[in-house]
C-alpha cells in the first residue's frame, strides 16, 4: 500500500524580527545611498496640530496646513493611500493619492514603514465618511524607525515592558500619554493656587549631611570632594522651616525625595512630595488648604469633585470629615484608649480589639497609632483627616495644650490610605532638641529610620519660630486618585525598576 501523502503547508511564515530589523535598515540604506538620508533633516515648521483641525474643522476646511508625527497605520487602496498621523495631542488621518502627490513621491511613500516620523503640506478636507482628513500634496521623512511598534491592535500590553520602555508605551498607548498630561495640569494648578495665596516655591538640598524631617531609610552616596558621605533627602521639611524662620512666611517645595524602603502598588523609593510652610498658622490652617487643593484639582481637571476609583465612589465635596484618632478608634471599634493611662493596660485593650502590639510597640501612643493603622485606616474611603497623634510618632509636631500626650497633627486619607500629613510644628527648640535625643537614642538602638540630631536646625529655632502650619502631600498617589491609576507605576514615567 502506497503511504498517505501530507499537504505541505504553502502558508507563508511571519518574517521574524531579525527580518524586519533588516528590512528597516536595508530601506535606510537605500535612502542614504541616493542622499536623502533622514537623520540630516533639522528643521520643520509646523502651521497646526491634530487638534487644532479637529476642534476647528469649519474653519480650516480647504485651508493648507503643515504637520508633523509618527506614522501610526497604512492602509493601501490601490492608487491612494491612507495613514493615521500622531502628534501630541493626538492623531489625524492623511489621505495620499498618487495623482495629488505625484508617481516618484507616492512610491516613496509605500516604502515608508509604521513608525517612521514625517512631516507633511497638504489640504484639510473630510472624506465620504465623515473622517477629517489631510489631503497630502508633499512630505518629507525626518526620522526613520529601526524598530517595528508593537501590533497596532493590541498594544505594548506587557506590563513590566510598558514600564521599562515607557517611550514605546507613549507612542501606543494614547490613554497612558493622557495620564501624564493630566499629571503635568494637576502640578500646574496647585502652583496657581498656591501662588495666588503668597506662598513662594523655593528649592532646598537634595544631598544632605544630616537625616531628617521624615523617619524613614535613607539612601547613601559619597562627595568625593569633600571625603564625605550623604544623605539623599527623605524630606525637605527642616530646610523650609528655616526659611520660615528667615522671615519668608509662605513656602513650598515641590521635588523628589528618596526613601530607602520596600516597593508596592503604592510605594517607589523615589517620588514627589509638596511640602508647604506657613507662619501664623495651626494645623487646622493646613486642613482647610489640603481640602483647597484637592477640590480645586478635581474641579478643574475633571469638572466636578464626585469620582470613581477602581469602581468605588468617592466624594471630594468639602467640608471632610474630621476627627481625633482616638475618636475614630472608639467609632470603629468601640475601644476607648482615653480611658487607659498605663502600657500594661493599653496592650490589653489592644489585644481586646484583635490587635497584637510587638517588641517596639513601647509606650501608650505606639500601642494607640498600631490599632488605628489595623483597624480604622482601612475603612477610610471618603476624605478623613485624622487629628492628634500620639507625641511618640510625631517627632516635629507641636503638643496639644490640653493634652501633652498628643500633637497637633493631622494626616489625610482618601480611599484607605494616607495622601497628606501636617503639623501645628513644633517651635520650642528645648522640647525639639529633646525629641532629637529620643530618636538618637533609637539609632543607637539599631533603628536606622530615626531620625538625627540637627543642631543647625535647634539654633535656627533659638533665633525664634513663629506659630507655623506645615503640609505635605504625597503628589503622586494623589494623582492615582484624579486619573483612577491602579498603582504608582503608572503614573511615574520611569518608575524604579530592577535591571533585566
Not at 535598515?25 to 537605500?30: H, P, W
Not at 533627602?233 to 524662620?245: D, G, M, N, Q
Not at 529655632?461 to 503622586?476: A, C, M, Q, V
Request: aromatic share 8%.
Amino acid at each position: 500500500m502506497d503511504e498517505q501523502r501530507i499537504p505541505m503547508d504553502t502558508t507563508p511564515s511571519e518574517p521574524s524580527l531579525a527580518e524586519l530589523l533588516q528590512v528597516r535598515r536595508d530601506k535606510l540604506q537605500e535612502l542614504c545611498d541616493k542622499g536623502q538620508d533622514p537623520f540630516t533633516q533639522t528643521v520643520f515648521e509646523r502651521t497646526a496640530l491634530s487638534s487644532d483641525i479637529h476642534a476647528n474643522f469649519e474653519a480650516m476646511e480647504g485651508q493648507t496646513v503643515r504637520l508633523a508625527g509618527r506614522i501610526l497605520s497604512k492602509r493601501d487602496m490601490g492608487k491612494a493611500f491612507f495613514s493615521d498621523l500622531s502628534d501630541r495631542p493626538g492623531k489625524i488621518q492623511l489621505y495620499i493619492k498618487i495623482d495629488h502627490l505625484g508617481e516618484e513621491a507616492y512610491a516613496s511613500y509605500k516604502k515608508l514603514d509604521i513608525g517612521d516620523i514625517i512631516g507633511v503640506e497638504g489640504t484639510v478636507f473630510r472624506t465620504r465618511r465623515g473622517e477629517v482628513s489631510v489631503d497630502i500634496v508633499s512630505y518629507v521623512l525626518l526620522s526613520k524607525s529601526l524598530k517595528p511598534l508593537p501590533e497596532k491592535w493590541h498594544g505594548l500590553t506587557d506590563i513590566d515592558s510598558r514600564y521599562r520602555q515607557r517611550y514605546v508605551d507613549l507612542i501606543v498607548n494614547q490613554d497612558v500619554r493622557k495620564v501624564f498630561e493630566m499629571r503635568s495640569s494637576i502640578l500646574k494648578i496647585i502652583r496657581e493656587t498656591l501662588d495666588s495665596k503668597g506662598f513662594i516655591e523655593v528649592e532646598t538640598p537634595v544631598l544632605n549631611t544630616i537625616l531628617g524631617g521624615a523617619t524613614a531609610r535613607p539612601f547613601v552616596t559619597h562627595h568625593n570632594t569633600l571625603d564625605l558621605d550623604m544623605y539623599m533627602r527623605i524630606a525637605p521639611e527642616l530646610y523650609l522651616k528655616r526659611l520660615i524662620v528667615g522671615g519668608l512666611e509662605k513656602v513650598y517645595e515641590i521635588g523628589r525625595v528618596f526613601r530607602n524602603e520596600g516597593m508596592s502598588p503604592r510605594h517607589n523609593p523615589e517620588f514627589t512630595l509638596l511640602e508647604l510652610y506657613e507662619a501664623y498658622t495651626d494645623y487646622h490652617g493646613m486642613m482647610d488648604i489640603t481640602e483647597e487643593i484637592f477640590t480645586t484639582c478635581a474641579s478643574k481637571l475633571l469638572g466636578t469633585t464626585e469620582l470613581s476609583y477602581q469602581g468605588e465612589a468617592v466624594s471630594l465635596t468639602a467640608p471632610w470629615k474630621r476627627i481625633t484618632m482616638i475618636d475614630s478608634i472608639s467609632e470603629v471599634t468601640g475601644a476607648d484608649f482615653n480611658s487607659v493611662a498605663s502600657f500594661e493596660d493599653s496592650v490589653a485593650l489592644a489585644k481586646s480589639v484583635g490587635v497584637h502590639p510587638g517588641k517596639t510597640d513601647d509606650c501608650w501612643g505606639k500601642i494607640v497609632n498600631l490599632v488605628f493603622e489595623e483597624k480604622v485606616e482601612p475603612t477610610l474611603q471618603n476624605p478623613t483627616f485624622i487629628c492628634d497623634y500620639p507625641v511618640e510618632v510625631s517627632p516635629l509636631a507641636k503638643r496639644k495644650a490640653d493634652d501633652p500626650r498628643l500633637t497637633e497633627r493631622f494626616e489625610i486619607f482618601i480611599i484607605k490610605r494616607e495622601m497628606g500629613n501636617a503639623f501645628s510644628e513644633l517651635n520650642d527648640p528645648i522640647d525639639q532638641k529633646g525629641r532629637f535625643m529620643a530618636q538618637v537614642k533609637l539609632r543607637e538602638e539599631g533603628d536606622d529610620e530615626a531620625q538625627m540630631m540637627d543642631d543647625d536646625y535647634i539654633q535656627a529655632l533659638e533665633y525664634g519660630l513663629p506659630p507655623t502650619g506645615g503640609l505635605g502631600i504625597g503628589i503622586d498617589r494623589m494623582i492615582m486618585l484624579l486619573t483612577d491609576a491602579a498603582t504608582i507605576r503608572d503614573v511615574l514615567l520611569f518608575p524604579t525598576m530592577k535591571p533585566l
